[in-house]
Nanobody
Framework: QVQLVESGGGLVQAGGSLRLTCAAS????????MGWFRQAPGAERDFVAG????????YYADSVKGRFTVSRDTAKNTMYLYMSSLKPEDTAVYYC?????????????WGQGTQVTVSS
């Protein structure tokens, strides 16, 4: 069982920056994939950025490449999302999620989300 808790959201002006934190309790395996997703009102939840827990390979949606950076601290079981040059269209609830394959079964866990609002 894994529990995820996001923090760091808030209100920021366009062009500003924020750092989101996702703290995980429970074991995160090196093969796991942890990611940030966001959901704006009336829209689907979209992938933003992710990281392969063990090797640290990172992946980004085209809309955030060059502006967002995902990282993790394996010792702290924590993933981060540094967001810069924020735009009003980045406004959404940001969720962290983890995908794990354990003993042949796939498990997905989600946090409760943190609101990011970018004003123009």
């Amino acid at each position: 069982q894994v529990q995820l808790v996001e923090s760091g959201g808030g209100l920021v002006q366009a062009g500003g920056s924020l750092r989101l934190t996702c703290a995980a309790s429970g074991r995160i395996f090196s093969s796991s994939f942890m990611g940030w997703f966001r959901q704006a009102p009336g829209a689907e939840r979209d992938f933003v950025a992710g990281i392969r827990w063990g090797v640290g390979n990172t992946y980004y949606a085209d809309s955030v490449k060059g502006r967002f950076t995902v990282s993790r601290d394996t010792a702290k079981n924590t993933m981060y999302l540094y967001m810069s040059s924020l735009k009003p269209e980045d406004t959404a609830v940001y969720y962290c999620g983890v995908d794990q394959l354990v003993a042949g079964s796939r498990y997905n866990y989600w946090g409760q989300g943190t609101q990011v609002t970018v004003s123009s």
